[in-house]
């Protein structure tokens, strides 16, 4: 179609990962012989295209690690995963961020959603585990595709929520992160993962400022348009 972009190696993960999703979902509730071979077939086309983009990824082993990973029935229907992202603030007006162990870059805390917890206890307990920070829950204010924005490989939503310490002293996690701190508006550290896009509401939720919830807007159709409208 004329006008078009090129996709772009963000599009072809995404349309591979959502592939490979429908086609496990398949999996996982046909016992159709016919239906079971079409679904392996998608999952070699997903293959193809995330290994086109990703030269690491090997088509075949990943169609095998794929198939490993079907489920029966309800425990086979594929979903995003999920984590929690916390935005704390201290009394100083301040932004808690720790530097992540694998990349050295800064964030704000997040971890994965752990079964048996509320989004809101995980948020407490990540903080605590990777900063030594006490804090409590305020409220929500992002709700993120990760692959749509582009900051992850996998399918996951983030839930951020702004949060208020209470108490603690900075200890950094010795595994997760190599150091943390509490920073000021306008003094994030160089190596901040996309600052642009969440430190202005995180400050403005600090300083108590009204603060709407972010989302993806849906698109029409999903699969194309800009990745981070």
């Excluded at 169609?63 to 029935?73: C, I, L, N, P, R």
């Excluded at 307990?125 to 595709?145: F, H, M, S, Y």
């Amino acid at each position: 179609m004329a006008g078009l972009d090129p996709p772009s190696q963000a599009d072809l993960i995404r349309w591979s990962e959502a592939l490979a999703a429908i086609a496990r979902t398949g999996l996982g509730f046909s016992d159709l012989l016919y239906e079971r071979e079409r679904f392996e077939e998608v999952l070699h086309v997903a293959a193809d295209i995330r290994a086109r983009a990703d030269s690491e990824f090997d088509a075949e082993a990943l169609v095998e690690h794929w198939m490993g990973a079907v489920g029966s029935g309800v425990p086979g229907y594929v979903t995003p995963k999920v984590t929690v992202g916390a935005v704390v603030g201290n009394d100083d007006g301040e932004l808690l961020l720790v530097q992540r162990a694998d990349s050295g870059l800064w964030l704000y805390p997040t971890g994965w959603a752990d079964v048996g917890y509320s989004a809101a206890e995980v948020v407490v307990k990540e903080v605590r585990e990777e900063t030594g920070i006490e804090c409590e829950v305020v409220q929500p204010v992002a709700i993120l595709d990760g692959m749509r924005l582009g900051f992850t490989g996998i399918p996951l939503y983030s839930l951020v929520f702004h949060c208020r310490m209470t108490g603690g002293s900075l200890q950094p996690h010795p595994l997760e992160v190599r150091d943390v701190g509490f920073f000021a508006e306008g003094c994030l550290p160089e190596d901040t993962i996309l600052p642009e896009a969440w430190a202005a509401e995180s400050f403005a939720a600090i300083r108590g400022e009204p603060v709407e919830v972010r989302f993806d807007l849906p698109r029409e159709p999903p699969w194309q348009g800009d990745a981070n409208p």
